[in-house]
């Protein structure tokens, strides 16, 4: 094993605390400062004879250096029990303590590694490097909540710690905690602005914050027309206006460009409100819109709304109509920050399913034979997920008319409709090889917009479960599609 490659600038650590420290400190410090000098050499049985050399009382750094040789000859055992001599052993600073803590990680030793950085905090409780270390450790074992709590006291003992920072980011993205990732990766970013790690750290959550359909969604003509004159048509001079999930803040302008007296815009993505604000003061909006970073659950009237709104604006839908939570959302804000006789855009959707033949949308969802290997089994893993894509991209047949399945009033509250059976007669012999659905949004008594495949091509396009096997089906013989729905998603199924 290559000692570079495996414990890279953690032997550049040990050389240096060695050198700064060995000779005042360290009785054996010669003896490690050649011990390091044979390993960078990959003289290891070298190094090890040296260091089994007959000596008294074996100081920790000795013991951090057998750790170091055990590993690097495949030996854990002799590794792991190194490590942990180390913990305890004389001459155990706190820089020691903490590299034989590194050490432990980078060997995957993670218990050992934890309970170094606690011995080297206990001898130094403001050691920002044995908390990062900690947190790292902890990230590696899956507890968010230890290495969060870890990192980010790191970050406070050591604000001039980039790796900490980022380390910290990292975390937040994962527990995805994005507003709170990319605040570590900006702090990174100025105290290195071309450090690769912070960089590629917020690219990853600008991907989970900004989906790739947000600039198609803003491009969407058929989108951005029928709300404009929507919002229009509902909108009036002395007119108080809400609009969640504001984004950029296109619809809000939309309002107050309508004649709105303000326009409130609440946006949950931190960055997304930032740049909202950006938006709308270069439009010359600043005195007409305010941009609140909050979730319409934190919102309260008094506090962040001066009164209830007459009109609520909630564009949150996917292209399975639910995925954005748009029910329980609009039920909370109705109820909470408008007026009684609130006008909601849009203030309701239908939902419409029918079963399809193409082959060619199965199989980009399913394997059967590759290179001659029979792979089937792999199938049993394909969630039970809808696909967004246009069907006008794919040779395909209807099966059957268009059936609504589901409709919605916003606000909805009801719960006795969740779960419906329908007779689907097919209109000819074949294979039915999936289920396309799509929604029309009522968004005012005379405006609408639809994500049919027989209407224009909007940004949502359609919904497609594919099944797991493929049914034949008979000309007027009945099949069974089941619908159902639990505020947040729409599942499809069919049946003979």
């Known amino acids: 094993m290559d000692p570079k490659t495996k414990f890279g600038e953690l032997l550049i650590d040990f050389e240096v605390i060695a050198k700064e420290h060995g000779l005042a400190r ?26 089994d050399q007959p000596s008294g009382e074996i100081p920790s750094p000795i013991y951090v250096l057998k750790g170091v040789l055990g ?11 190194n490590f942990r001599m180390a913990i305890n052993a004389t001459e155990a600073t706190a820089e020691i303590l903490c590299l034989n803590g590194d050490f432990s990680y980078s060997a995957d030793f993670l218990e050992i590694a934890i309970k170094s950085y606690n011995r080297s905090i206990e001898v130094s409780p403001l050691n920002s490097k044995a908390f990062l270390g900690r947190g790292l450790t902890y990230s590696k074992a899956g507890d968010v909540t230890g290495a969060i709590d870890n990192l980010l006291r790191a970050t406070v003992l050591n604000p001039e710690s980039d790796k900490a920072h ?9 527990a995805n905690m994005t507003d709170s990732a990319l605040m570590c990766y900006r702090t990174a970013l100025k105290l290195d602005p071309k450090n690769s790690a912070a960089l590629s750290g917020m690219d990853q959550t600008l991907a989970l914050v900004l989906p790739h359909w947000h600039a198609s969604m803003l491009n969407d003509k058929e989108r951005n027309n029928a709300f404009d004159d929507a919002i229009s048509a509902a909108v009036k001079p002395g007119s108080l206006v809400l609009d969640i999930g504001t984004g950029t803040g296109l619809l809000a302008m939309m309002a107050s460009r309508a004649g709105a007296k303000h326009v409130l815009g609440c946006e949950s993505v931190g960055i997304l409100a930032e740049i909202a604000t950006k938006i709308i003061n270069q439009n010359g909006f ?52 408008c007026k009684p ?4 855009i849009p203030n309701g959707a239908k939902v419409y399913a029918m079963p399809i033949e193409s082959e060619e949308i199965y199989w980009e969802s399913r394997v059967e034979n590759a290179a001659g290997f029979d792979i089937r089994n792999f199938n049993q893993l394909r969630p039970n997920i809808y696909l967004q894509t246009s069907l006008s991209q794919y040779k395909w047949r209807m099966l ?13 509250l009801k719960s006795a409709d ?9 209109n000819s012999d074949g294979t039915a090889h999936g289920i396309v659905f799509w929604f029309d949004l009522q968004l005012s008594e005379n405006i609408s917009l639809s994500t049919s495949p027989a209407a224009k091509e909007t940004h949502w396009k359609q919904s497609i479960y594919t099944l797991t096997e493929p049914l034949e089906v008979k000309q007027n013989e009945v099949i069974k599609l089941h619908a159902s729905h639990n505020q947040s998603k729409i599942t499809l199924s069919l049946e003979t």
């Open 166 to 174: 980022i380390a910290l980011g990292d975390e937040y993205r994962t």
């Open 418 to 426: 969740r779960s419906k059976k329908y007779n689907v007669y097919p």
């Open 286 to 337: 600043e005195n007409k819109i305010s941009i609140i970073h909050k979730h319409s659950n934190n919102l309260k009237v008094g506090r962040d709304i001066n009164d209830k709104a007459d009109i609520l604006i909630a564009e949150l839908f996917d292209t399975g109509l639910l995925g954005e939570n748009v029910i329980p959302t609009i039920n909370d804000a109705t109820q909470r920050l």
């Open 26 to 51: 360290l009785t054996a410090g010669e003896k490690i400062l050649k011990t390091l000098k044979l390993i960078e050499n990959n003289k290891i049985k070298d190094a090890q004879s040296l260091l």
């Open 71 to 81: 590993k690097l000859q495949d030996d854990d055992s002799s590794s792991k029990y």
């Open 400 to 412: 059957s008319e268009p059936i609504q399945v589901f409709e919605f009033e916003f606000p909805y």
């Open 341 to 344: 006789d609130v006008t909601v």
